[in-house]
């Protein structure tokens, strides 16, 4: 498997803020982006990571598990980035 960071990142981003719309803004590009990416996610995974709702999206059990781990990666890196 040879999943891009970009898309955990993106991954992460739309967990956290519980809408595809929402990440788009925060991360500068469109929604549909989005949705491509965590298709791609998800395919490459081969599980469902989000339930899509009319009013944003939540984790499925799968999705959960995900982000617990990608969550902390995301942090991390964060962190490092904002000390050099």
Known sequence: MNINYEYYKIFYYAAKNRSFSRTAKVLLTNQPNITRVIK?????????????????????????????????????????????
């Open 40 to 84: 791609i996610l998800e395919g490459e995974l081969g599980c469902t990571l989000f339930n899509r709702m009319k009013n944003g999206v939540t984790l499925t059990p799968e999705g959960e598990i995900l982000y617990e781990h990608i969550s902390k990666a995301v942090e991390l890196i964060t962190e490092g980035e904002d000390e050099i």
